[in-house]
């Protein structure tokens, strides 16, 4: 099989993929060394307690302003959350 052309030039940017560059890429099963292989899309041991997906509503003016304190901010809505409960017994609302 002959070799394809370098898919980066000399100063280090990428040309344009062809359909024969496409033909010659291998599955990163097959490309990969067995090392990374192991590594790749395996997710860490997740941290307990373990947290639980859900869909919530609020208000716009609280969404805002935890989201305003930056990176992590849902985890400071749980967190205020869990102290609201210390004090608190949430109230069964009847349909």
């Known amino acids: 099989m002959p070799r394809s052309k370098p898919l980066v ?3 280090g940017e990428v040309r344009e993929i062809n359909a024969a560059d496409l033909q010659s890429f291998r599955p990163a099963a097959e ?3 067995a090392s990374l292989r192991l ?3 395996v997710r860490g041991a997740q941290k ?3 947290k639980e997906r859900i869909t919530i ?3 716009p ?3 805002q302003r935890f989201r305003a304190t930056g990176d992590g901010w849902q985890t400071r809505v749980d967190a ?3 102290d609201w409960l210390k ?3 949430p109230a069964k609302v009847g349909r």
Do not use: C, E, N, Y
Request: no cysteine; charged share 20%; net charge positive.
């Open 39 to 41: 590594k790749v899309g």
């Open 80 to 82: 205020a959350l869990q």
């Open 48 to 50: 307990a307690p373990v």
């Open 31 to 33: 490309a990969l060394p």
């Open 61 to 63: 003016d609280v969404v």
């Open 57 to 59: 509503r609020l208000s």
């Open 87 to 89: 004090t608190h017994k």
């Open 9 to 11: 030039d000399a100063g």
